[in-house]
């Protein structure tokens, strides 16, 4: 292998900007001043003379992309490209390296060493012009850090050419250094005190589902018998399974991962598979342990084969003239896989993330209508795998980036539309929900552009698109086959991100069990082929093998998100909070036997004092309150198993911290009644309020009722200006909590309470005018108590 070390290449000289410092570095961890020191560094000494790209202006300005060299290079068969000293220290702040020039789809998969751990790291796209691949999980940048050098091996007898090699951060690297993730937050205020109400009297059933139904949010990311049985003995005994996977054609199938027959074109029809190659090939799934034998679970097609896909982009999207003969190829493969081996995944998702254009190559081309041609496509697919595994459920579109507001909504609108073509044929939804980089401390960049999800805009996103399918009758469960957060590298501050992410996702989603079917956070037990990730549980020990069994490996804090989630299971009760934004805390309450367990995530930047005295019914004395915390403190990743706090019920929780309590009594919880919870939807969905609109709500038996809430879903610019007002039925009501109108990219559902003397069978909601306001979604949560055997 031969290395090529990049020179220092001028280019234009960065202009002058503000480098803004926190204005008390005590607060910042060992981390935070670490990485100051790297942002500083940046700026200051390592971007001069480099051609910068910026976004924004002022405090607002975001550096975009930094050219490294502008060297020609011509590069065959192995090939190692050492990037400039001072790189290791910065990289970490950007999300992609980019190599520009020519033949570059000769490249092969990339290592960066010594920093993926002989891995390779995932590809984003892949063209003849150009290579973009992520940055590995970079541990804390400092001074003595080991050089990086790009390792890649091109097409045997191939030359491909590199002119151009960048940094970049996709507008997310502001000029101003970004102290949020590195200060314990809310240590410098006194806690807030809650209020946690739970009904030992009720079970709750919420439409039907009592049981917390474990089996659909305790998943880890992998499908079974795809690692070494000892990390499924560990995940299992821990009571968690494996979830989803992608399989990828073009690799699995046509290059191959062994010795044996690959697959080929049809020599007699060009664009279609040899699907003779199935009477020859074992497509059993791999062994498993016993225990995941009958486990359900998801699998994603991707990559379809080069000679039946679009050049463009290589993530295998099939030409149109094509999409049977794909259809076909998938249909072969999951019956295969289901006759050689006897078992096959549950759901299979037809392409994944095929919402976004690096994976749906007809999103580029405006000559197409890309969303049409993408239901048709999974519309032949799901035909095509019925006809051959009846059993198999399928569906789509795997959405990426759900940011649906986008383009006045043109973006759910697409969404809804591919609902309304697919309505025939697939089995379920699926959808990817990650929180950005730099988003800890999202309650503290609420009103400065935070977007993400876990204030409010994961529940007006499920609830809109409820609605919509509610509207259309065709309600079909929805799958979230990957959350969590797209922060790379290997710090206390990004384990902490994708921690608490994983947590609140999975958290927000178990209190929806009649929509969702299955929910799989990006955690892994391990990843071979990335072995350093800062999403898996367990690395490689120095010298061990990234294959071998656990006993070579050691925890990573990402380990903790299972310990702390275990045990965690049951029926429902009713579980109420007072004294806090209603999008900053989730509480759920499940019991068995004698044990009662409440598990809280506080989404706010404020500490919490957490009062869990009213618990109704409770006169069967709790012998023992445990607590069980995984939290960021004074830069650390800090687990806790079993605090004991059996003389307070009195609980503290951290900011962006979800925590488990446990409660035993001396005798057993005996709930007497079911608190029956449904939910009845409005027609109209993304309906703007420049107009007064109306809405109207069904329900079967008001005068059964015991309580109600209406629950409007809003999206707003700039936070909510003024009260959203309107009548129910003709009386008034109005909403417009304090945190509403703090929000500079407001999307959250607002619930109002409805006196039950309101409701009649056909209800009438109108919501009066308000300027640039979008109803998202208009529905009605109603409660009735009874008798438990009733």
């Given at each position: 292998?031969?290395?090529?070390?990049?020179?220092?290449?001028?280019?234009?000289?960065?202009?002058?900007?503000?480098?803004?410092?926190?204005?008390?570095?005590?607060?910042?961890?060992?981390?935070?001043?670490?990485?100051?020191?790297?942002?500083?560094?940046?700026?200051?000494?390592?971007?001069?003379?480099?051609?910068?790209?910026?976004?924004?202006?002022?405090?607002?300005?975001?550096?975009?992309?930094?050219?490294?060299?502008?060297?020609?290079?011509?590069?065959?068969?192995?090939?190692?490209?050492?990037?400039?000293?001072?790189?290791?220290?910065?990289?970490?702040?950007?999300?992609?390296?980019?190599?520009?020039?020519?033949?570059?789809?000769?490249?092969?998969?990339?290592?960066?060493?010594?920093?993926?751990?002989?891995?390779?790291?995932?590809?984003?796209?892949?063209?003849?012009?150009?290579?973009?691949?992520?940055?590995?999980?970079?541990?804390?940048?400092?001074?003595?850090?080991?050089?990086?050098?790009?390792?890649?091996?091109?097409?045997?007898?191939?030359?491909?050419?590199?002119?151009?090699?960048?940094?970049?951060?996709?507008?997310?690297?502001?000029?101003?250094?970004?102290?949020?993730?590195?200060?314990?937050?809310?240590?410098?205020?006194?806690?807030?005190?809650?209020?946690?109400?739970?009904?030992?009297?009720?079970?709750?059933?919420?439409?039907?589902?009592?049981?917390?139904?474990?089996?659909?949010?305790?998943?880890?990311?992998?499908?079974?018998?795809?690692?070494?049985?000892?990390?499924?003995?560990?995940?299992?005994?821990?009571?968690?399974?494996?979830?989803?996977?992608?399989?990828?054609?073009?690799?699995?199938?046509?290059?191959?991962?062994?010795?044996?027959?690959?697959?080929?074109?049809?020599?007699?029809?060009?664009?279609?598979?040899?699907?003779?190659?199935?009477?020859?090939?074992?497509?059993?799934?791999?062994?498993?342990?016993?225990?995941?034998?009958?486990?359900?679970?998801?699998?994603?097609?991707?990559?379809?084969?080069?000679?039946?896909?679009?050049?463009?982009?290589?993530?295998?999207?099939?030409?149109?003239?094509?999409?049977?003969?794909?259809?076909?190829?998938?249909?072969?493969?999951?019956?295969?896989?289901?006759?050689?081996?006897?078992?096959?995944?549950?759901?299979?998702?037809?392409?994944?993330?095929?919402?976004?254009?690096?994976?749906?190559?007809?999103?580029?081309?405006?000559?197409?209508?890309?969303?049409?041609?993408?239901?048709?496509?999974?519309?032949?697919?799901?035909?095509?795998?019925?006809?051959?595994?009846?059993?198999?459920?399928?569906?789509?579109?795997?959405?990426?980036?759900?940011?649906?507001?986008?383009?006045?909504?043109?973006?759910?609108?697409?969404?809804?539309?591919?609902?309304?073509?697919?309505?025939?044929?697939?089995?379920?939804?699926?959808?990817?929900?990650?929180?950005?980089?730099?988003?800890?401390?999202?309650?503290?960049?609420?009103?400065?552009?935070?977007?993400?999800?876990?204030?409010?805009?994961?529940?007006?996103?499920?609830?809109?698109?409820?609605?919509?399918?509610?509207?259309?009758?065709?309600?079909?469960?929805?799958?979230?086959?990957?959350?969590?957060?797209?922060?790379?590298?290997?710090?206390?501050?990004?384990?902490?991100?994708?921690?608490?992410?994983?947590?609140?996702?999975?958290?927000?989603?178990?209190?929806?069990?009649?929509?969702?079917?299955?929910?799989?956070?990006?955690?892994?037990?391990?990843?071979?082929?990335?072995?350093?990730?800062?999403?898996?549980?367990?690395?490689?020990?120095?010298?061990?093998?990234?294959?071998?069994?656990?006993?070579?490996?050691?925890?990573?804090?990402?380990?903790?998100?299972?310990?702390?989630?275990?045990?965690?299971?049951?029926?429902?009760?009713?579980?109420?909070?007072?004294?806090?934004?209603?999008?900053?805390?989730?509480?759920?309450?499940?019991?068995?036997?004698?044990?009662?367990?409440?598990?809280?995530?506080?989404?706010?930047?404020?500490?919490?004092?957490?009062?869990?005295?009213?618990?109704?019914?409770?006169?069967?004395?709790?012998?023992?309150?445990?607590?069980?915390?995984?939290?960021?403190?004074?830069g650390q990743v800090i687990y806790e198993d079993s605090n004991s706090l059996s003389e307070s019920k009195t609980i503290p929780v951290d900011a962006e911290e979800t925590t488990v309590v446990t409660l035993l009594f001396d005798?057993?919880?005996?709930?007497?009644?079911?608190?029956?919870?449904?939910?009845?939807?409005?027609?109209?969905?993304?309906?703007?309020?420049?107009?007064?609109?109306?809405?109207?709500?069904?329900?079967?038996?008001?005068?059964?009722?015991?309580?109600?809430?209406?629950?409007?879903?809003?999206?707003?610019?700039?936070?909510?200006?003024?009260?959203?007002?309107?009548?129910?039925?003709?009386?008034?009501?109005?909403?417009?909590?304090?945190?509403?109108?703090?929000?500079?990219?407001?999307?959250?559902?607002?619930?109002?309470?409805?006196?039950?003397?309101?409701?009649?069978?056909?209800?009438?909601?109108?919501?009066?005018?308000?300027?640039?306001?979008?109803?998202?979604?208009?529905?009605?949560?109603?409660?009735?108590?009874?008798?438990?055997?009733?």
């Open positions: 292998m031969k290395t090529i070390f990049l020179s220092a290449i001028l280019g234009t000289l960065l202009p002058n900007c503000l480098f803004a410092q926190s204005p008390d570095q005590s607060l910042l961890s060992d981390e935070g001043v670490a990485r100051r020191a790297a942002h500083t560094f940046l700026f200051e000494e390592f971007s001069k003379g480099k051609e910068t790209t910026y976004r924004g202006e002022g405090d607002q300005r975001n550096l975009f992309e930094m050219v490294l060299s502008n060297e020609t290079i011509h590069l065959s068969g192995d090939v190692s490209i050492e990037l400039p000293e001072g790189s290791q220290r910065v990289v970490s702040l950007f999300k992609y390296i980019i190599l520009r020039g020519e033949n570059l789809n000769y490249l092969g998969g990339i290592d960066v060493a010594p920093y993926s751990g002989g891995g390779t790291v995932e590809r984003s796209t892949q063209q003849p012009n150009l290579y973009r691949f992520k940055l590995p999980a970079m541990p804390v940048p400092s001074e003595g850090m080991p050089p990086i050098q790009i390792r890649t091996r091109c097409a045997e007898g191939k030359t491909a050419t590199v002119t151009q090699i960048a940094f970049n951060s996709q507008g997310k690297l502001p000029v101003k250094f970004d102290d949020i993730p590195y200060r314990t937050l809310g240590a410098d205020q006194p806690r807030v005190p809650v209020s946690v109400r739970v009904d030992l009297q009720h079970e709750l059933s919420i439409a039907g589902h009592v049981d917390l139904e474990r089996e659909k949010f305790f998943r880890y990311y992998a499908a079974p018998g795809t690692c070494d049985p000892s990390f499924e003995r560990w995940a299992n005994k821990r009571n968690f399974k494996p979830g989803r996977q992608i399989f990828k054609l073009q690799p699995g199938l046509v290059v191959g991962y062994g010795r044996g027959e690959k697959l080929r074109e049809n020599p007699n029809e060009t664009g279609a598979a040899d699907l003779s190659f199935f009477e020859r090939h074992d497509s059993s799934a791999p062994k498993t342990i016993p225990a995941f034998e009958n486990v359900d679970y998801a699998m994603c097609l991707n990559d379809f084969p080069e000679f039946m896909s679009v050049e463009h982009v290589g993530r295998g999207t099939p030409l149109i003239e094509h999409f049977g003969d794909a259809a076909d190829l998938a249909a072969a493969h999951i019956a295969d896989q289901k006759a050689d081996g006897g078992r096959t995944a549950k759901w299979w998702e037809v392409k994944n993330e095929s919402t976004i254009k690096a994976e749906w190559d007809y999103h580029y081309q405006k000559e197409h209508d890309s969303w049409e041609l993408l239901a048709q496509f999974h519309n032949e697919v799901a035909q095509a795998v019925h006809a051959k595994t009846a059993s198999v459920n399928v569906g789509g579109p795997t959405s990426a980036w759900m940011q649906l507001h986008v383009n006045q909504f043109g973006l759910y609108r697409d969404q809804a539309r591919f609902m309304d073509l697919t309505r025939n044929h697939l089995d379920f939804y699926s959808h990817h929900f990650y929180e950005n980089m730099g988003s800890l401390g999202a309650w503290e960049r609420r009103d400065n552009g935070y977007s993400g999800y876990l204030l409010g805009r994961l529940e007006a996103t499920l609830d809109m698109l409820q609605a919509h399918m509610e509207e259309t009758d065709n309600v079909k469960p929805i799958l979230i086959t990957e959350c969590g957060s797209l922060q790379a590298g290997r710090g206390a501050a990004d384990y902490w991100l994708r921690l608490r992410s994983y947590s609140a996702f999975v958290h927000k989603l178990m209190n929806r069990p009649h929509q969702i079917d299955l929910a799989v956070p990006f955690v892994f037990t391990n990843m071979h082929w990335n072995p350093k990730s800062g999403n898996v549980a367990f690395i490689p020990t120095e010298g061990a093998s990234a294959r071998g069994p656990l006993s070579d490996f050691q925890p990573t804090p990402v380990a903790n998100y299972f310990e702390l989630w275990r045990d965690f299971d049951g029926r429902r009760l009713p579980v109420e909070t007072s004294g806090l934004a209603a999008v900053g805390l989730n509480a759920t309450a499940v019991y068995q036997g004698n044990r009662l367990q409440i598990a809280l995530t506080n989404m706010t930047s404020r500490q919490l004092s957490v009062d869990l005295s009213e618990i109704t019914g409770d006169s069967l004395n709790a012998s023992s309150i445990q607590q069980r915390r995984l939290r960021y403190n004074g005798k057993q919880i005996d709930p007497a009644k079911t608190l029956h919870r449904e939910f009845a939807y409005a027609a109209g969905t993304a309906v703007t309020a420049d107009q007064s609109r109306v809405f109207q709500i069904e329900i079967d038996d008001a005068s059964k009722i015991d309580s109600a809430k209406l629950v409007i879903g809003v999206h707003r610019n700039n936070g909510l200006g003024e009260a959203i007002a309107g009548t129910f039925n003709g009386q008034s009501f109005e909403s417009h909590p304090e945190w509403a109108h703090q929000f500079d990219q407001l999307m959250a559902p607002l619930a109002i309470s409805i006196s039950k003397d309101w409701l009649q069978k056909n209800n009438q909601i109108e919501i009066k005018p308000q300027p640039v306001l979008t109803i998202t979604s208009v529905h009605l949560i109603h409660d009735r108590s009874q008798p438990l055997n009733d």
